[in-house]
């Protein structure tokens, strides 16, 4: 059984334990162990615009948590993701650096050697799992279902710190997790634009905009669901919805699938141990379309 660290950050425990339930229960079902580690904080990402020491500081003091464990880091949000790749290849490879860093861990009793890889769930999902596995685990093919996804701003970006894993400019690695359910990904315009969310303290209003273009779009193509694999991209496309319809005039009532939700539906999970009665958009005739119910 392989065996990773599963790092939540700051949001999911908060806003998306849908999230968190359905990847522990897909990851259980494809013999991925996931080792909780309690003493886990913020990625950094917050601080980093701020103040570049504080945030590797806190990225590093998480990684040395998890090296403690010999077990590679397993992301969930795409933030965390960037950031903690980013701080692991910084420090793995700058000795005099690891060193400047490990002086502000000493003081809370940690060290971090270097020797620990950071990757996203769905990465592990398509690199170490494969999907040949994941569709031999498939007994309620998702046929005729549409799902938009979502790739985000940190999955793929820089490019320079994933080593080539997918393209950033024509991805396709949540297209294939998503058809390998029996669903159809849907190509759409724009898919690989920002959800808005990074603009959503400074101007709400071009936050929602953004947001209400690639709506628009997935109802253009007539998409059944989007399925993301970042938090923060659900609070954009769910928990702003309504207030998306209610300024634009318009109404949407998509769904938003976290990625582990899609797959926990086509291996025969059912809706609540995926954590579905959390969606705000609640996916009724999705479900009924797969003989569910809803």
Not at 46 to 64: F, G, I, K, W, Y
Not at 99 to 113: F, P, T
Not at 168 to 188: C, K, Q
Not at 249 to 273: K, S
Request: charged share 20%; with cysteine.
């Amino acid at each position: 059984m392989n065996r990773y660290t599963l790092f939540l950050g700051c949001t999911i425990p908060v806003r998306a334990q849908n999230y968190e339930a359905s990847t522990r229960k897909v990851a259980e079902l494809l013999g991925l162990e996931l080792i909780h580690v309690p003493d886990f904080t913020c990625c950094g990402y917050p601080m980093a615009s701020l103040d570049q020491h504080t945030a590797e500081v806190m990225a590093a003091r998480n990684l040395a948590l998890a090296e403690r464990q010999g077990a590679e880091l397993c992301t969930i949000c795409t933030a965390c993701t960037g950031v903690l790749t980013e701080t692991a290849r910084v420090l793995a490879a700058d000795e005099a650096h690891r060193a400047e860093i490990n002086r502000s861990l000493e003081k809370v009793g940690l060290h971090y050697n270097g020797t620990v890889t950071v990757r996203h769930f769905a990465r592990i999902l398509y690199e170490d799992v494969g999907l040949d596995a994941i569709a031999a685990k498939v007994v309620k093919p998702l046929h005729g279902i549409r799902i938009a996804p979502h790739y985000g701003c940190h999955y793929l970006k820089p490019s320079e710190i994933y080593e080539g894993f997918d393209s950033a400019e024509n991805p396709h690695t949540l297209d294939d997790l998503i058809n390998v359910t029996g669903a159809e990904s849907v190509h759409y315009k724009d898919r690989n634009r920002c959800c808005g969310g990074a603009l959503l303290a400074v101007d709400e209003n071009i936050a929602l905009s953004i947001a209400h273009e690639k709506l628009d779009d997935l109802r253009n193509e007539r998409a059944d669901a989007i399925g993301l694999i970042c938090p923060f991209c659900s609070v954009m496309y769910e928990s702003n919805q309504k207030k998306i319809e209610q300024t634009f005039q318009t109404e949407y009532n998509l769904p938003v699938l976290y990625l582990p939700q899609i797959l926990g539906l086509a291996m025969g999970l059912d809706e609540r141990t995926l954590g579905l009665n959390m969606n705000r958009v609640r996916p009724r005739d999705l479900l009924q379309k797969i003989g569910i119910g809803g």
